[in-house]
């Protein structure tokens, strides 16, 4: 890309600055004693801001998305992606094997469409996926799309989205709703929050009823203010977000959580987002 002169150099997990994605890819590690493999698959995360004025960037996304569907499909790559149509801003989380993360890695830096936020580039070296690699990529556009209030009451499941900023910097988002049982009241969904702008971004899902009852208090919580013109509420045939209750996503590192049990303990909620952008091709 033309904002950098040479390729992104991501961030390990440790903190310790890779030199390129070959090096990292490349590399071997101890393991079980004096063992050495190569990671048998590779995560990537960064932010990026889309160039351009918002209805070009938002639809140049929807392009990207539709084309990096069928291609990390075909190439086993899993991840997330989530949109910020006002702000322009990506983030995403990609995983696959080592090759071909480091491939998709540099047409991502290449590309002229958007600018990569560079210091929060973080890349690992993990042992199993945190997404199915046939969900291949997932596109949450924030400000866009709304169902009607009784569309919403007719369903069986909605899905309602937001944006807020955490109002004391020493607040941690994990915070806000820390009490709410979703594993128990059956809401799932997906929660990024940037450390840097202390913004949260959230999507939940479930019955009308118990969402409802989550957002009056999460609306309701002193310790962050809602920006109203970006909740969104729609009717849903089925769960986007069927597998886990909650994951966080800070700039410096990434850490999903599992999927729960079927039966699970009262459990706080903590809050924290072609081998083509998957790439913006």
Partial sequence: MAFFAGRLRPRLASGVLAGSCA???????HSKGSRCEVPALTRISYT??????????????????????????SCQVSGHMCYDAKLKHVWQVLEGSPEVVE??????CQDQRHVVDEDTVTMEKVGSRNFP????MRCSSFGQGSSTCEDCAKSQLMQLMYKSVINDAQDSAKGIVDQVKNSQNGITGWMLY??????VYQVLEGSPESIERLWERISNDPRHTVV?????????????????????????????????PTEAPATAVNL???CSMSRPA
């Fill in 23 to 29: 090096a990292l890819c490349g590399q071997q590690w």
């Fill in 48 to 73: 990026s801001t889309m160039r351009g004025d918002a209805n070009k960037a938002s639809k140049q996304i929807e392009d990207i998305v539709a084309k990096s569907v069928k291609s990390n499909l």
């Fill in 103 to 108: 491939r998709l890695w540099t047409s991502i």
């Fill in 133 to 136: 690699v046939g969900w291949g």
């Fill in 194 to 199: 940037n450390d840097r702008t202390s913004v």
């Fill in 228 to 260: 109203h013109d970006s909740v969104r509420r729609r009717a849903i045939p089925q769960r986007e977000f069927a597998n886990w209750s909650m994951a966080m996503n800070e700039v410096e590192r990434t850490a999903w959580m599992a999927s729960w």
């Fill in 272 to 274: 924290r987002e072609d």
